[in-house]
């Protein structure tokens, strides 16, 4: 039987919940593979329970680090598996290919590539971002196929490392129902409030955010805006943008449960994600199933993805954002027709779907030796 060895270090993280969701389903779908996950000790545990029938080996080493690149590197090459996948492009780029070994890997987006971060050493962080637009480049001309989670990476990938669009195939996520019931956030339980969750880094678009609420809170001065997110460097840059223009109300709820999450969800006025790039945009999709109305940017995949689920502006004109978002707060008719196409939208993704179409690139890759 062919062997499949699947990078599961991510598992566990805010990034790893695709890993976590395809080994889920791939399990489920009960692949013609021998299966083995690489994962950290402390996910062990759960990758077994999920996937009872995979055999898990713990791995010691860290992304981005020199013992991804030697290290495990020799530890997948003496599984001597038949296909390695990678969820991400961070992995050992000189991976040996003896005896016709093969590689898919699935390319999230090249967000990273074009913003900096302001909260790390603007040299150590350009010196990071040439390294990691190297490796993007040798991993999408080195890999036996590419996936992405939508179309508009897809042509993006294939314009930036020149391979051709019939190596990449897109295999769309999906939202996961949160845990019941919701439990208030304190400090927003009994007020009207607008959320974000997710990163505070330079691409989500923060700052023109707070200014088209400041602008928003002259006509509703009731309302509040809640960005959720644990607090790090950049959300303390975005309360200190905050604290100079005068804009009050902003609520930073730091980490939240994802029971505290579905209760933000289902009593906000609206989400809204107003973000630059994106691969996918899992957070909006997720606000849709739980009955939140969508104001979202139009940049790169949002609209492919939210259809029709979500009202749409400028991310980089704050008068149309606030526009916008304002005619979702004061139309009841344009509220409940973005909620209920919001589900219906949401219900069009399936995590059993992704796994299914992953499993059929396997097949083709495995089959072409």
């Given at each position: 039987?062919?062997?499949?060895?699947?990078?599961?270090?991510?598992?566990?993280?805010?990034?790893?919940?695709?890993?976590?969701?395809?080994?889920?389903?791939l399990h489920r779908t009960g692949p013609d593979f021998r299966v083995t996950l690489l994962a950290k000790a402390h996910r062990v545990e759960y990758l077994q329970t999920i996937a009872?029938?995979?055999?898990?080996?713990?791995?010691?080493?860290?992304?981005?680090?020199?013992?991804?690149?030697?290290?495990?590197?020799?530890?997948?090459?003496?599984?001597?598996?038949?296909?390695?996948?990678?969820?991400?492009?961070?992995?050992?780029?000189?991976?040996?290919?003896?005896?016709?070994?093969?590689?898919?890997?699935?390319?999230?987006?090249?967000?990273?590539?074009?913003?900096?971060?302001?909260?790390?050493?603007?040299?150590?962080?350009?010196?990071?971002?040439?390294?990691?637009?190297?490796?993007?480049?040798?991993?999408?001309?080195?890999?036996?196929?590419?996936?992405?989670?939508?179309?508009?990476?897809?042509?993006?990938?294939?314009?930036?490392?020149?391979?051709?669009?019939?190596?990449?195939?897109?295999?769309?996520?999906?939202?996961?129902?949160?845990?019941?019931?919701?439990?208030?956030?304190?400090?927003?339980?009994?007020?009207?409030?607008?959320?974000?969750?997710?990163?505070?880094?330079?691409?989500?678009?923060?700052?023109?955010?707070?200014?088209?609420?400041?602008?928003?809170?002259?006509?509703?001065?009731?309302?509040?805006?809640?960005?959720?997110?644990?607090?790090?460097?950049?959300?303390?840059?975005?309360?200190?943008?905050?604290?100079?223009?005068?804009?009050?109300?902003?609520?930073?709820?730091?980490?939240?449960?994802?029971?505290?999450?579905?209760?933000?969800?289902?009593?906000?006025?609206?989400?809204?994600?107003?973000?630059?790039?994106?691969?996918?945009?899992?957070?909006?999709?997720?606000?849709?199933?739980?009955?939140?109305?969508?104001?979202?940017?139009?940049?790169?995949?949002?609209?492919?993805?939210?259809?029709?689920?979500?009202?749409?502006?400028?991310?980089?004109?704050?008068?149309d954002m606030t526009a916008k978002i304002t005619e979702v707060l004061d139309d009841a008719n344009l509220r409940d027709r973005l909620i209920k196409a919001g589900k219906a939208q949401?219900?069009?993704?399936?995590?059993?779907?992704?796994?299914?179409?992953?499993?059929?690139?396997?097949?083709?890759?495995?089959?072409?030796?």
């Open positions: 039987m062919r062997h499949l060895v699947i990078d599961a270090k991510e598992s566990g993280t805010s990034t790893g919940r695709y890993i976590d969701n395809l080994i889920k389903y009872p029938s995979f055999t898990v080996v713990e791995t010691p080493y860290k992304e981005f680090t020199l013992g991804e690149q030697i290290g495990f590197k020799k530890q997948i090459e003496s599984l001597q598996p038949d296909l390695v996948f990678f969820p991400a492009v961070q992995q050992p780029v000189w991976l040996s290919r003896q005896n016709g070994r093969k590689v898919v890997t699935t390319m999230q987006d090249l967000t990273t590539l074009r913003f900096r971060n302001p909260s790390k050493n603007p040299l150590v962080y350009t010196a990071k971002q040439i390294v990691y637009r190297w490796v993007n480049h040798r991993v999408a001309r080195r890999s036996d196929w590419i996936i992405t989670p939508s179309e508009f990476v897809r042509q993006d990938v294939a314009q930036f490392s020149g391979i051709s669009l019939d190596r990449i195939t897109v295999t769309h996520e999906a939202a996961d129902e949160l845990p019941t019931p919701g439990q208030a956030v304190e400090d927003l339980a009994g007020k009207q409030f607008i959320m974000y969750i997710g990163r505070p880094t330079p691409h989500k678009n923060l700052e023109r955010l707070v200014e088209a609420f400041a602008k928003l809170q002259a006509n509703k001065p009731e309302l509040y805006l809640a960005l959720a997110g644990k607090k790090d460097a950049n959300y303390e840059r975005i309360g200190r943008l905050a604290d100079s223009k005068g804009v009050k109300q902003v609520v930073f709820t730091d980490f939240i449960s994802e029971q505290q999450l579905r209760w933000m969800y289902e009593n906000c006025q609206a989400y809204v994600f107003p973000s630059l790039s994106e691969g996918f945009g899992l957070p909006g999709l997720e606000a849709m199933q739980h009955g939140a109305p969508v104001v979202s940017s139009n940049a790169t995949c949002l609209p492919e993805v939210y259809g029709d689920g979500a009202h749409y502006f400028d991310p980089l004109s704050v008068g949401a219900s069009h993704y399936s995590w059993q779907r992704m796994a299914e179409q992953t499993l059929a690139v396997f097949e083709k890759v495995t089959r072409s030796r």
